[in-house]
């Protein structure tokens, strides 16, 4: 089992940055991908961006070279950093642990990007 939890949503102005947390706790030894989804009002759940127990990264199309992943090992924690906000980027944002073939999910944190 692995327990997520994130933190550092909020409302932001175009253009403006936010920080998103996201602290694992549990079985963390076993997880082989971590990542950041959102979904937006209407919409499905989308990737925006992952990285492997190896370090690999991938982002989605709409976010590169505005987002970054990183983790923190000894804090068992991944970032997602987020720089010139669109408000198109408005949605909850859930972090996602994979272990084998489960899929762990964090309760999700609202970003607002006021135009």
């Known amino acids: 089992q692995v327990q997520l939890v994130e933190s550092g949503g909020g409302l932001v102005q175009a253009g403006g940055s936010l920080r998103l947390s996201c602290a694992a706790s549990g079985s963390i030894f076993s997880i082989n991908r971590m990542g950041w989804y959102r979904q937006a009002p209407g919409k499905q759940r989308e990737l925006v961006t992952s990285i492997t127990s190896g370090g690999s990264t991938n982002y989605a199309d709409s976010v590169k070279g505005r987002f970054t992943i990183s983790r923190d090992n000894a804090k068992n924690t991944v970032y997602l950093q987020m720089n010139s906000l669109k408000p198109e980027d408005t949605a909850v944002y859930y972090c996602?642990?994979?272990?084998?073939?489960?899929?762990?999910w964090g309760q999700g944190t609202q970003v607002t990007v006021s135009s």
């Open positions: 996602n642990a994979v272990v084998a073939v489960y899929d762990y």
